[in-house]
């Protein structure tokens, strides 16, 4: 006697192997997702601190990071403008103390 076998299973070629998992595809999207929304909170805060103190380091530093943020297409996309908007800020207002005071130094005696 023969062996009886699945319907279509005969002359078909083996199938497919699996492809990547999808779980790991959408592991990935978010490790780069919480990176980028990381970045936009980093340039955020740097950006607001920058207002402050060390304003020609932390004014640069918001920008690229805002930038590489919105490259990345975060989902914080308010907060890393706000960043991007503040490390502008920081580089005005290091220009204006540059203007009034002939000096890159903060000068809050009279």
Known sequence: MYKRQAPGAAGQAPAPAPGPVAGADAAVSRAV????DGLAVASFVLGLVGLLVLNVLLGPTAIVMALLALARRTR???RALLGLALGVAD???LAVLVTGNGAVAWDFGG
Request: glycine letters at 20%.
């Open 33 to 36: 997702g919480r990176e980028a």
């Open 76 to 78: 914080r996309r308010g």
């Open 91 to 93: 580089l005005v207002v």
